[in-house]
């Protein structure tokens, strides 16, 4: 598979199925599904696009293989919901939906990007601090209860 031929994508309804099952992957392989992301993952519309969020999907020979959001939090942007089908793992997907999320970011002239992860998730944080995210303190009230780390990138 050569990456010039993943094509990054917008979110459209008819995605939503993808959204959903490959952030559930996920979630149930290393955690479990939360409330927050049952509501989130059910119903992107609401939740994501309609307060002003936005999701992107990876897509390969039209299959959509990956998808990364960023959910307008009211005060900041949150990267979340990002997700490699298994089978594509390790070829860059996740960089590439990165890649592309940054610069939109820029593009909008946003001063950064803020993200909720776990320790355990090592590939995910190396990923994100290769490209700049830097460890900022956890508030005690966060939306995800397995989050033990925050992370920003200044744009």
């Known amino acids: 598979m050569y990456n010039s031929s993943i094509e990054i994508v917008h979110f459209k309804q008819i995605y939503s199925k993808y959204f959903y099952n490959l952030n559930i992957e996920w979630l149930e392989k290393y955690f479990y599904v939360e409330p927050y992301d049952e509501k989130v993952l059910s119903n992107p519309q609401k939740y994501v696009i309609n307060p002003g969020g936005y999701i992107f999907f990876a897509k390969y020979n039209e299959e959509i293989i990956g998808v990364v959001s960023l959910i307008h939090q009211k005060t900041f942007f949150e990267l979340s919901k990002m997700a490699v089908c298994p ?69």
């Open 87 to 155: 089978k594509y793992q390790g070829l860059k997907i996740g960089q590439k939906l990165l890649d592309y999320t940054i610069n939109f970011a820029k593009k909008k002239r946003w001063k950064s990007i803020t993200l909720y992860s776990h320790r355990t998730l090592e590939a995910a944080i190396y990923l994100y601090r290769k490209n700049g995210f830097k460890e900022i303190p956890l508030e005690k009230e966060v939306h995800y209860e397995r989050a033990d780390i925050k992370m920003i990138l200044e744009l």
